[in-house]
Protein backbone atom coordinates (compact mmCIF):
# COMPACT_ATOMS: atom_id res chain seq x y z
CA UNK A 1 0.00 0.00 0.00
CA UNK A 2 1.69 3.41 -0.42
CA UNK A 3 0.53 6.50 0.86
CA UNK A 4 -2.45 7.86 -1.47
CA UNK A 5 -4.16 4.49 -1.09
CA UNK A 6 -3.41 3.96 2.86
CA UNK A 7 -5.99 3.68 5.19
CA UNK A 8 -6.08 3.17 9.19
CA UNK A 9 -6.80 -0.90 9.37
CA UNK A 10 -8.95 -2.05 12.67
CA UNK A 11 -9.77 -5.53 11.71
CA UNK A 12 -7.19 -8.59 11.39
CA UNK A 13 -6.90 -11.64 10.71
CA UNK A 14 -5.44 -14.55 13.02
CA UNK A 15 -2.46 -15.33 10.98
CA UNK A 16 0.57 -14.17 12.85
CA UNK A 17 3.66 -11.59 12.06
CA UNK A 18 6.40 -13.71 11.54
CA UNK A 19 9.46 -12.65 13.73
CA UNK A 20 11.55 -12.17 10.86
CA UNK A 21 9.89 -9.85 8.96
CA UNK A 22 8.73 -7.73 12.39
CA UNK A 23 12.21 -7.34 13.09
CA UNK A 24 13.27 -6.32 9.95
CA UNK A 25 10.30 -3.28 10.03
CA UNK A 26 12.02 -2.25 13.44
CA UNK A 27 15.38 -2.12 12.46
CA UNK A 28 14.64 -0.66 9.15
CA UNK A 29 12.44 2.13 10.80
CA UNK A 30 15.59 3.11 12.85
CA UNK A 31 16.88 4.65 9.43
CA UNK A 32 14.33 7.20 9.94
CA UNK A 33 15.68 10.74 11.60
CA UNK A 34 16.82 11.10 14.82
CA UNK A 35 18.13 13.88 17.10
CA UNK A 36 21.85 13.82 17.27
CA UNK A 37 21.89 10.61 15.89
CA UNK A 38 21.11 9.38 19.64
CA UNK A 39 17.62 7.22 19.01
CA UNK A 40 15.73 8.84 21.76
CA UNK A 41 13.08 5.72 21.47
CA UNK A 42 12.30 2.44 22.52
CA UNK A 43 9.81 -0.20 21.89
CA UNK A 44 8.08 -2.60 23.92
CA UNK A 45 6.72 -5.38 21.88
CA UNK A 46 3.84 -7.29 23.16
CA UNK A 47 2.48 -10.22 21.70
CA UNK A 48 1.96 -12.97 24.61
CA UNK A 49 -2.17 -13.28 24.69
CA UNK A 50 -2.71 -12.38 28.34
CA UNK A 51 -0.40 -9.16 28.58
CA UNK A 52 -1.72 -8.01 25.40
CA UNK A 53 -5.38 -8.13 26.91
CA UNK A 54 -4.44 -6.50 30.02
CA UNK A 55 -2.60 -3.57 27.72
CA UNK A 56 -5.43 -3.20 25.96
CA UNK A 57 -7.71 -2.68 29.08
CA UNK A 58 -5.81 0.36 29.08
CA UNK A 59 -6.33 1.39 25.99
CA UNK A 60 -9.90 0.95 26.79
CA UNK A 61 -10.25 -2.33 25.21
CA UNK A 62 -10.67 -0.74 21.95
CA UNK A 63 -11.10 -4.03 19.33
CA UNK A 64 -8.18 -3.06 17.17
CA UNK A 65 -6.06 -4.01 20.26
CA UNK A 66 -8.07 -7.10 21.33
CA UNK A 67 -7.91 -8.16 18.05
CA UNK A 68 -3.99 -7.34 16.63
CA UNK A 69 -1.19 -9.88 16.49
CA UNK A 70 1.27 -7.67 18.02
CA UNK A 71 1.02 -4.30 20.22
CA UNK A 72 3.70 -2.42 20.14
CA UNK A 73 4.46 0.69 22.28
CA UNK A 74 7.16 3.28 21.46
CA UNK A 75 8.19 5.05 23.76
CA UNK A 76 10.37 8.47 24.61
CA UNK A 77 13.62 7.24 26.03
CA UNK A 78 16.57 9.40 27.66
CA UNK A 79 16.96 6.58 29.65
CA UNK A 80 19.50 4.54 27.69
CA UNK A 81 21.40 7.87 26.47
CA UNK A 82 21.73 9.35 30.04
CA UNK A 83 22.90 5.52 31.20
CA UNK A 84 25.51 5.72 28.54
CA UNK A 85 26.88 8.76 29.41
CA UNK A 86 27.22 8.03 33.20
CA UNK A 87 29.08 5.00 32.50
CA UNK A 88 31.58 7.49 30.45
CA UNK A 89 32.17 9.89 32.02
CA UNK A 90 29.55 12.62 30.50
CA UNK A 91 27.24 14.42 32.61
CA UNK A 92 23.83 13.91 31.23
CA UNK A 93 21.17 16.65 31.49
CA UNK A 94 18.16 15.56 29.66
CA UNK A 95 15.93 14.80 33.05
CA UNK A 96 13.62 17.99 31.72
CA UNK A 97 11.13 19.53 29.46
CA UNK A 98 12.71 19.83 26.46
CA UNK A 99 14.43 16.41 26.66
CA UNK A 100 11.47 14.65 26.92
CA UNK A 101 10.07 16.88 23.68
CA UNK A 102 12.69 15.88 21.73
CA UNK A 103 12.86 11.98 23.06
CA UNK A 104 9.21 12.38 22.19
CA UNK A 105 10.03 14.02 18.42
CA UNK A 106 12.32 11.16 17.65
CA UNK A 107 9.50 8.51 19.10
CA UNK A 108 6.55 9.84 16.64
CA UNK A 109 9.24 10.04 13.51
CA UNK A 110 10.34 6.63 14.54
CA UNK A 111 6.70 5.31 15.08
CA UNK A 112 5.71 6.55 11.61
CA UNK A 113 8.43 4.90 9.52
CA UNK A 114 7.23 1.81 11.13
CA UNK A 115 3.48 2.43 10.39
CA UNK A 116 5.13 3.59 6.56
CA UNK A 117 7.19 0.33 6.24
CA UNK A 118 4.26 -2.19 7.34
CA UNK A 119 1.83 -0.58 5.35
CA UNK A 120 4.21 -1.01 2.26
CA UNK A 121 4.07 -4.76 3.40
CA UNK A 122 0.66 -5.13 3.34
CA UNK A 123 -0.01 -5.20 7.18
CA UNK A 124 -2.22 -3.12 9.12
CA UNK A 125 -1.78 -0.72 11.58
CA UNK A 126 -3.89 1.82 13.88
CA UNK A 127 -2.44 4.15 15.48
CA UNK A 128 -3.92 4.04 19.37
CA UNK A 129 -3.82 7.57 20.59
CA UNK A 130 -4.99 6.10 24.35
CA UNK A 131 -1.50 5.65 24.92
CA UNK A 132 -1.30 9.10 26.71
CA UNK A 133 -4.63 8.78 28.91
CA UNK A 134 -3.66 6.54 31.12
CA UNK A 135 0.21 6.61 30.82
CA UNK A 136 0.73 5.69 34.81
CA UNK A 137 -0.99 2.61 34.45
CA UNK A 138 1.01 1.43 31.16
CA UNK A 139 4.40 2.38 32.65
CA UNK A 140 3.43 -0.15 35.34
CA UNK A 141 2.24 -2.67 33.14
CA UNK A 142 5.26 -2.15 30.92
CA UNK A 143 8.03 -2.21 33.89
CA UNK A 144 9.25 1.49 32.41
CA UNK A 145 12.01 3.26 34.50
CA UNK A 146 12.47 6.79 34.71
CA UNK A 147 12.71 8.94 31.64
CA UNK A 148 10.94 6.82 29.71
CA UNK A 149 7.73 7.56 29.08
CA UNK A 150 4.80 6.07 26.31
CA UNK A 151 3.61 8.45 23.25
CA UNK A 152 2.58 5.91 20.81
CA UNK A 153 1.05 2.45 20.34
CA UNK A 154 0.65 0.89 17.02
CA UNK A 155 -1.59 -2.15 16.98
CA UNK A 156 -0.38 -4.25 13.48
CA UNK A 157 -1.39 -7.69 11.78
CA UNK A 158 -2.68 -8.71 8.18
CA UNK A 159 -5.91 -6.78 7.34
CA UNK A 160 -9.06 -8.32 7.49
CA UNK A 161 -10.85 -5.22 6.05
CA UNK A 162 -10.54 -2.75 3.72
CA UNK A 163 -12.38 0.59 4.88
CA UNK A 164 -12.92 3.84 2.41
CA UNK A 165 -10.85 6.19 2.45
CA UNK A 166 -11.17 9.15 4.94
CA UNK A 167 -11.52 12.61 3.79
CA UNK A 168 -8.58 15.39 3.88
CA UNK A 169 -8.92 19.12 3.93
CA UNK A 170 -7.40 21.01 1.05
CA UNK A 171 -3.77 21.77 0.72
CA UNK A 172 -4.99 25.71 1.02
CA UNK A 173 -6.32 24.34 4.68
CA UNK A 174 -2.88 23.82 5.96
CA UNK A 175 -0.24 25.31 3.68
CA UNK A 176 0.99 28.60 3.98
CA UNK A 177 2.95 30.67 1.33
CA UNK A 178 5.18 32.92 2.99
CA UNK A 179 3.19 33.64 6.47
CA UNK A 180 1.06 32.30 7.80
CA UNK A 181 -2.51 33.69 6.69
CA UNK A 182 -5.42 34.07 9.06
CA UNK A 183 -8.89 31.77 9.11
CA UNK A 184 -11.50 34.11 8.22
CA UNK A 185 -14.66 33.05 8.67
CA UNK A 186 -15.10 32.68 5.10
CA UNK A 187 -11.83 30.69 4.76
CA UNK A 188 -13.70 28.36 6.93
CA UNK A 189 -16.54 28.06 5.90
CA UNK A 190 -14.49 27.26 2.30
CA UNK A 191 -11.95 24.84 3.67
CA UNK A 192 -14.21 22.82 5.73
CA UNK A 193 -17.02 22.60 3.59
CA UNK A 194 -16.44 19.23 1.77
CA UNK A 195 -15.29 17.48 5.46
CA UNK A 196 -18.75 19.02 6.87
CA UNK A 197 -20.74 17.34 3.50
CA UNK A 198 -18.90 14.05 3.61
CA UNK A 199 -21.81 11.22 4.41
CA UNK A 200 -19.36 9.78 7.11
CA UNK A 201 -19.54 13.27 8.87
CA UNK A 202 -23.00 13.72 7.94
CA UNK A 203 -24.23 10.40 9.72
CA UNK A 204 -21.84 11.76 13.12
CA UNK A 205 -23.68 14.49 13.28
CA UNK A 206 -26.93 12.64 13.59
CA UNK A 207 -26.00 9.52 15.56
CA UNK A 208 -24.43 12.35 18.41
CA UNK A 209 -27.39 14.51 18.07
CA UNK A 210 -25.40 17.61 16.93
CA UNK A 211 -26.08 20.09 14.69
CA UNK A 212 -22.60 20.68 13.65
CA UNK A 213 -19.47 18.53 13.07
CA UNK A 214 -17.43 20.45 15.56
CA UNK A 215 -19.87 19.57 17.91
CA UNK A 216 -18.57 16.04 17.85
CA UNK A 217 -15.67 16.64 18.16
CA UNK A 218 -15.71 19.44 20.80
CA UNK A 219 -18.81 18.38 22.76
CA UNK A 220 -18.66 14.42 22.77
CA UNK A 221 -15.29 12.79 21.20
CA UNK A 222 -12.78 15.60 22.65
CA UNK A 223 -13.98 17.75 25.30
CA UNK A 224 -12.80 20.67 27.30
CA UNK A 225 -12.92 18.98 30.41
CA UNK A 226 -11.88 15.55 29.59
CA UNK A 227 -8.60 17.32 28.04
CA UNK A 228 -7.99 19.43 30.86
CA UNK A 229 -7.84 16.27 33.12
CA UNK A 230 -5.74 14.84 30.67
CA UNK A 231 -3.18 17.61 30.59
CA UNK A 232 -3.06 17.26 34.42
CA UNK A 233 -2.79 13.42 34.52
CA UNK A 234 -0.04 13.96 32.09
CA UNK A 235 2.31 16.74 34.41
CA UNK A 236 1.94 14.25 36.85
CA UNK A 237 3.62 11.25 34.84
CA UNK A 238 6.01 13.81 33.55
CA UNK A 239 6.49 14.28 37.44
CA UNK A 240 6.74 10.45 37.83
CA UNK A 241 9.09 9.69 34.70
CA UNK A 242 11.87 12.35 36.09
CA UNK A 243 11.04 14.99 32.75
CA UNK A 244 9.78 17.49 34.84
CA UNK A 245 10.15 18.78 38.70
CA UNK A 246 7.79 20.36 41.15
CA UNK A 247 9.97 23.47 40.33
CA UNK A 248 9.46 24.00 36.68
CA UNK A 249 5.48 24.01 36.84
CA UNK A 250 5.57 26.98 38.79
CA UNK A 251 8.04 28.73 36.14
CA UNK A 252 6.32 28.29 33.02
CA UNK A 253 3.54 29.24 34.55
CA UNK A 254 4.57 33.05 36.28
CA UNK A 255 5.97 34.70 32.88
CA UNK A 256 2.58 33.61 31.41
CA UNK A 257 -0.02 35.29 34.29
CA UNK A 258 3.07 37.80 35.13
CA UNK A 259 2.03 39.20 31.73
CA UNK A 260 -1.18 41.14 31.94
CA UNK A 261 -3.54 40.49 28.70
CA UNK A 262 -4.90 43.28 27.28
CA UNK A 263 -8.76 42.70 28.23
CA UNK A 264 -9.68 41.01 31.02
CA UNK A 265 -12.93 40.32 32.21
CA UNK A 266 -14.59 41.43 35.41
CA UNK A 267 -17.05 41.33 37.77
CA UNK A 268 -18.09 44.62 39.45
CA UNK A 269 -19.17 44.37 43.18
CA UNK A 270 -20.81 47.16 45.08
CA UNK A 271 -20.93 46.91 48.68
CA UNK A 272 -21.40 49.35 51.43
CA UNK A 273 -19.00 51.00 53.91
CA UNK A 274 -20.86 52.62 56.95
CA UNK A 275 -22.64 55.32 54.54
CA UNK A 276 -20.34 55.14 51.60
CA UNK A 277 -21.55 53.43 48.16
CA UNK A 278 -18.33 51.47 46.66
CA UNK A 279 -17.48 49.52 44.09
CA UNK A 280 -15.10 47.10 42.91
CA UNK A 281 -13.99 46.10 39.37
CA UNK A 282 -12.76 42.46 40.35
CA UNK A 283 -10.44 41.88 36.72
CA UNK A 284 -10.59 37.99 36.80
CA UNK A 285 -8.67 35.27 34.80
CA UNK A 286 -9.79 31.39 34.87
CA UNK A 287 -12.55 32.98 36.55
CA UNK A 288 -10.01 33.84 39.42
CA UNK A 289 -9.32 37.48 40.70
CA UNK A 290 -6.20 38.90 38.70
CA UNK A 291 -6.50 42.23 39.62
CA UNK A 292 -8.75 45.15 41.49
CA UNK A 293 -9.78 48.48 41.62
CA UNK A 294 -11.69 49.72 44.15
CA UNK A 295 -13.47 53.16 44.94
CA UNK A 296 -16.23 55.29 45.75
CA UNK A 297 -19.38 54.67 43.60
CA UNK A 298 -20.30 58.33 42.78
CA UNK A 299 -20.94 61.16 40.39
CA UNK A 300 -18.91 63.65 41.67
CA UNK A 301 -15.46 61.90 42.68
CA UNK A 302 -15.52 57.99 41.87
CA UNK A 303 -17.57 55.77 39.33
CA UNK A 304 -20.99 55.86 39.24
CA UNK A 305 -22.90 52.69 37.05
CA UNK A 306 -26.24 51.62 35.97
CA UNK A 307 -27.75 48.84 38.36
CA UNK A 308 -27.88 46.09 36.20
CA UNK A 309 -24.10 46.50 35.24
CA UNK A 310 -22.36 43.56 37.02
CA UNK A 311 -20.23 42.16 34.57
CA UNK A 312 -17.53 43.55 32.10
CA UNK A 313 -14.39 44.08 30.77
CA UNK A 314 -11.07 45.93 31.76
CA UNK A 315 -8.92 46.55 29.10
CA UNK A 316 -5.30 47.87 29.01
CA UNK A 317 -4.24 50.86 27.15
CA UNK A 318 -0.98 52.07 26.94
CA UNK A 319 -0.02 55.16 25.33
CA UNK A 320 2.76 56.48 22.95
CA UNK A 321 5.04 57.53 25.82
CA UNK A 322 4.31 53.95 27.70
CA UNK A 323 1.66 55.59 30.05
CA UNK A 324 -0.78 52.77 31.08
CA UNK A 325 -4.38 53.33 31.32
CA UNK A 326 -7.38 50.74 32.34
CA UNK A 327 -10.56 51.62 31.29
CA UNK A 328 -14.00 49.61 31.97
CA UNK A 329 -16.13 48.46 29.38
CA UNK A 330 -19.96 47.14 29.81
CA UNK A 331 -22.59 46.00 27.51
CA UNK A 332 -26.30 47.08 28.22
CA UNK A 333 -28.72 44.79 27.76
CA UNK A 334 -29.08 45.98 23.80
CA UNK A 335 -25.94 44.82 23.49
CA UNK A 336 -24.55 48.51 23.32
CA UNK A 337 -21.01 49.39 24.72
CA UNK A 338 -20.06 51.88 27.09
CA UNK A 339 -16.65 52.47 28.15
CA UNK A 340 -15.70 54.43 30.82
CA UNK A 341 -12.48 55.93 30.44
CA UNK A 342 -9.66 56.18 33.14
CA UNK A 343 -10.11 53.53 36.18
CA UNK A 344 -7.09 54.65 37.54
CA UNK A 345 -8.17 58.47 37.57
CA UNK A 346 -11.55 57.93 38.62
CA UNK A 347 -10.01 56.81 41.78
CA UNK A 348 -8.53 58.62 44.98
CA UNK A 349 -4.60 57.97 44.04
CA UNK A 350 -3.75 56.34 47.41
CA UNK A 351 -6.41 53.28 46.88
CA UNK A 352 -4.91 52.96 42.95
CA UNK A 353 -1.28 52.42 44.47
CA UNK A 354 -2.86 50.01 47.35
CA UNK A 355 -5.33 48.21 44.29
CA UNK A 356 -1.34 47.85 42.32
CA UNK A 357 0.16 46.07 45.64
CA UNK A 358 -2.48 44.06 45.91
CA UNK A 359 -3.08 43.03 42.13
CA UNK A 360 0.67 41.92 41.96
CA UNK A 361 -0.14 39.68 45.12
CA UNK A 362 -3.37 37.96 43.38
CA UNK A 363 -1.38 37.38 39.78
CA UNK A 364 1.00 35.24 41.82
CA UNK A 365 -2.11 33.38 43.02
CA UNK A 366 -1.27 33.86 46.88
CA UNK A 367 -4.29 31.99 48.15
CA UNK A 368 -7.29 34.36 48.51
CA UNK A 369 -7.69 33.61 52.16
CA UNK A 370 -4.11 34.82 52.91
CA UNK A 371 -4.83 37.89 50.43
CA UNK A 372 -7.65 38.67 52.53
CA UNK A 373 -5.57 38.15 55.67
CA UNK A 374 -2.78 40.51 54.52
CA UNK A 375 -5.02 43.11 53.32
CA UNK A 376 -6.82 43.06 57.06
CA UNK A 377 -3.21 43.21 58.63
CA UNK A 378 -2.07 46.51 56.91
CA UNK A 379 -2.28 49.60 59.80
CA UNK A 380 -3.79 52.14 58.05
CA UNK A 381 -4.41 55.18 59.75
CA UNK A 382 -6.83 57.33 57.66
CA UNK A 383 -10.41 55.93 57.87
CA UNK A 384 -11.27 55.87 54.18
CA UNK A 385 -8.07 53.73 53.58
CA UNK A 386 -9.64 51.30 56.78
CA UNK A 387 -12.29 51.31 54.65
CA UNK A 388 -10.93 50.40 51.27
CA UNK A 389 -9.22 47.21 53.17
CA UNK A 390 -12.15 45.80 53.93
CA UNK A 391 -14.36 46.77 50.61
CA UNK A 392 -11.65 44.98 49.08
CA UNK A 393 -11.98 41.82 51.73
CA UNK A 394 -15.40 42.07 50.87
CA UNK A 395 -15.32 41.93 47.27
CA UNK A 396 -12.89 39.34 47.24
CA UNK A 397 -14.47 36.65 49.61
CA UNK A 398 -17.16 35.78 47.37
CA UNK A 399 -14.37 34.00 45.10
CA UNK A 400 -13.57 31.69 47.93
CA UNK A 401 -15.62 28.59 47.74
CA UNK A 402 -17.99 27.87 50.42
CA UNK A 403 -16.82 31.21 52.35
CA UNK A 404 -20.28 32.73 53.61
CA UNK A 405 -21.49 34.81 50.68
CA UNK A 406 -21.50 38.68 51.45
CA UNK A 407 -24.26 40.96 51.67
CA UNK A 408 -23.86 43.19 48.34
CA UNK A 409 -25.47 46.80 48.49
CA UNK A 410 -27.19 47.01 45.01
CA UNK A 411 -29.14 50.52 45.48
CA UNK A 412 -27.22 52.82 43.26
C1 LIG B 1 -2.45 10.85 17.48
C2 LIG B 1 -3.40 9.83 16.92
C3 LIG B 1 -4.24 9.14 17.75
C4 LIG B 1 -5.10 8.17 17.25
N1 LIG B 1 -5.84 7.42 18.12
C5 LIG B 1 -6.65 6.43 17.64
C6 LIG B 1 -7.32 5.57 18.54
O1 LIG B 1 -7.15 5.66 19.76
N2 LIG B 1 -8.15 4.64 18.00
C7 LIG B 1 -8.31 4.49 16.66
O2 LIG B 1 -9.10 3.61 16.27
N3 LIG B 1 -7.66 5.27 15.78
C8 LIG B 1 -6.81 6.23 16.23
N4 LIG B 1 -6.08 7.00 15.36
C9 LIG B 1 -6.25 6.82 13.90
C10 LIG B 1 -7.07 7.96 13.30
O3 LIG B 1 -8.40 7.83 13.74
C11 LIG B 1 -6.97 7.92 11.79
O4 LIG B 1 -5.62 8.06 11.39
C12 LIG B 1 -7.80 9.06 11.17
O5 LIG B 1 -9.15 8.90 11.43
C13 LIG B 1 -7.59 9.11 9.64
O6 LIG B 1 -7.95 7.89 9.05
P1 LIG B 1 -6.90 7.07 8.14
O7 LIG B 1 -5.68 6.79 8.97
O8 LIG B 1 -7.64 5.80 7.77
O9 LIG B 1 -6.58 7.91 6.96
C14 LIG B 1 -5.17 7.94 15.86
C15 LIG B 1 -4.31 8.64 15.00
C16 LIG B 1 -3.40 9.54 15.53
C17 LIG B 1 -2.43 10.23 14.60
Same mark, same amino acid.
Given at each position: ?97 ? @? $? /??? =??? *???? !? ?6 ? +? ?121 ? @? $? /??? =??? *???? !? ?6 ? +? ?129 ? *? ?19
Amino acid at each position: MNIKTRRTIRKYTQQPIPDELLNQLLEDAARTQTMGNLQLYSVVVTRDEEKKQKLASLHFNQPCATGAAVLLTVCADFRRTTDWCNQREATPGYDNMF @G $F /LNA =ATD *ALLY !TQTLCNLA +EEEGLGVCYLGTTIYQPQDIIEALGLPQLVFPVATLTMGWPAEKPAQTERLPLEAFVHQETYQPYTAERIDTLYKAKEKARQNQKFVKENNKSTLAQVFADVRYTKKEFEALSQNMLCTLLQQ @G $F /LKT =ADL *ASPI !TPMIETRP +EVLDCDVVRFQNQKEKWVAFVGLMDNQPYEIFTGLMDDEEGISLPKSVVRGRIIKHIDREGRKRYDFQFENKRGYKTTVEGLSEKFNPEYWNYAKLISGVLRYRMPLDHVIRLVGSLELDSDSINSWKTGV *ARALKKYIPGAAPEEEETSN
